[in-house]
């Protein structure tokens, strides 16, 4: 199963960009790259996902490297509301998601 | 938007109990899933379905059965409810067509057994 290196914590200054890192270098070639955040009592929030190609939504922008070794999560202008635990998943099969310990996003005036 | 309601956020029952977790979801989705959420140990699914009727192990279904007679509807069954049962039970649906969608989440269940 492809697993996902993500760091413990980071903060950010609101108006600000956070760019949240993720490895997950024993991806294939098949697998998709998922994130979500979860915040505190709330179920997991979709954000975007992708394969490849660089993806771009009303929340957030999804950067792939190209040897799809890692990826960053791209929030444009970071709210208090954004404050969560931020998950990069690989999907594996069997359609389980295995949520590792995620990036805890402080957000701060 | 994707709309995954759960019927309770938080549920206190005793030891013994038979306790039953709804979800409904508002996208005609044809595929959903329970998990359980304990601290240290992340999501881990415990019975999904693809379709009507039908139903899937996940990777601890012990002390737990579901039952999916609606698309919509996808409920979790604790048969007899025991104490390390107790934990944050989350529902999701995806849209089946293609295998990359992803799943949408309700806001769980905070279930404690006494």
């Known amino acids: 199963d492809a697993k996902t290196t993500q760091p413990p914590s980071m903060d950010c200054a609101e108006g600000r960009a956070a760019n949240l890192p993720c490895n997950h270098s024993?991806?294939?070639?098949?697998?998709?790259v998922y994130w979500y955040r979860q915040i505190h009592s709330q179920g997991p929030q979709y954000i975007i996902h992708g394969l490849k190609n660089n993806e771009t939504n009303e929340m957030a922008s999804l950067i792939i490297t190209e040897d799809r070794k890692s990826s960053t999560l791209i929030l444009p202008h970071a709210t208090l509301r954004d404050t969560a635990v931020y998950y990069c998943i690989v999907r594996v099969k069997g359609d389980k998601l295995i949520f590792g310990t995620g990036t805890r996003l402080q957000v701060f005036p | 938007d994707v709309k995954v309601t759960q019927s309770s956020r938080y549920l206190v029952k005793r030891t013994g109990e038979k306790v039953f977790l709804e979800c409904v979801q508002d996208m005609d989705h044809e595929n959903m899933f329970w998990y359980r959420q304990d601290p240290g140990l992340g999501l881990r699914l415990i019975y999904f379905?693809?379709?009507?009727?039908?139903?899937e192990k996940g990777d601890i279904p012990e002390g737990y059965s579901v039952s999916r007679e609606k698309k919509e509807r996808f409920s979790l069954i604790l048969e007899s409810a025991s104490t390390n049962q107790t934990s944050m039970y989350l529902c999701a649906s995806r849209n089946g067509g293609q295998s990359n969608q992803p799943q949408h989440f309700g806001d769980g269940t905070r279930l404690s057994i006494l």
């Open positions: 379905s693809y379709d009507v009727k039908m139903k």
């Open positions: 024993t991806i294939s070639g098949n697998e998709y």
